[in-house]
């Protein structure tokens, strides 16, 4: 797929997955760096905050019933258990930014693209390879592939994907 195929709105959804410890984390802390625009949503967790976390900010911190009821109600686009604590993100905050122009990048796991496919089939699906030799491990299912072997070469071609009007301020 070319990066000129088609014109892209400039309020897309980006999710960018990966395998645990492909470094999702960094390429995405590079990338919002060069773009002020850029939206990232802030999760939902179960799990309890860390001393440095503020709630609404890193995380927004609920019980059990809480995300019990969230997930029942239709209001997270995606979610997942770790280990004994639950992972989600909103729906409504995502498709509020898209629905006035903002574009939004989501770093997720690889269960939680899926499932953004499936609730925003718009979406654009990137994979995150630690390296060169887990380049096609992604398969069909995503959009495009950008390997990791050098963060600050991971975040230029995350960047080139995204193209350059979609990272201007307006």
């Given at each position: 797929?070319?990066t000129?195929?088609?014109?892209?709105?400039?309020?897309?959804?980006?999710?960018?997955?990966g395998?645990?410890?492909?470094?999702?984390?960094?390429v995405t802390?590079?990338?919002?760096?060069?773009?002020?625009r850029?939206?990232?949503?802030?999760?939902?967790?179960t799990?309890?905050?860390?001393?440095?976390?503020?709630?609404?900010?890193?995380?927004?911190?609920?019980?059990?019933?809480?995300?019990?009821?969230l997930?029942?109600g239709?209001?997270?686009?995606?979610?997942?258990d770790i280990?004994?604590?639950?992972?989600?993100?909103?729906?409504g905050?995502?498709?509020?930014?898209l629905s006035?122009?903002?574009?939004?990048?989501?770093?997720?796991d690889l269960?939680?693209?899926?499932?953004?496919?499936?609730?925003?089939?718009?979406?654009?699906?990137?994979?995150?390879?630690?390296?060169?030799?887990d380049?096609?491990?992604?398969?069909?299912?995503?959009?495009?592939?950008?390997?990791?072997d050098?963060?600050?070469?991971?975040?230029?071609?995350?960047v080139?994907l995204?193209?350059?009007?979609?990272l201007t301020p307006?």
């Amino acid at each position: 797929m070319g990066t000129h195929d088609d014109v892209r709105p400039a309020a897309r959804l980006t999710v960018l997955a990966g395998p645990s410890g492909a470094g999702k984390d960094s390429v995405t802390q590079l990338v919002r760096a060069r773009s002020p625009r850029l939206w990232l949503p802030v999760p939902v967790t179960t799990r309890p905050a860390r001393r440095y976390e503020v709630d609404g900010v890193h995380y927004h911190f609920v019980d059990r019933a809480e995300f019990g009821r969230l997930l029942d109600g239709g209001a997270l686009l995606e979610w997942s258990d770790i280990g004994v604590h639950r992972y989600g993100t909103p729906a409504g905050p995502v498709r509020l930014r898209l629905s006035t122009g903002r574009p939004v990048l989501l770093p997720i796991d690889l269960r939680g693209a899926r499932q953004v496919r499936t609730a925003l089939p718009s979406a654009r699906l990137v994979y995150l390879a630690p390296s060169r030799a887990d380049a096609d491990a992604a398969g069909r299912e995503f959009d495009a592939t950008v390997v990791n072997d050098v963060v600050g070469r991971a975040a230029d071609e995350l960047v080139s994907l995204l193209g350059s009007s979609f990272l201007t301020p307006t």
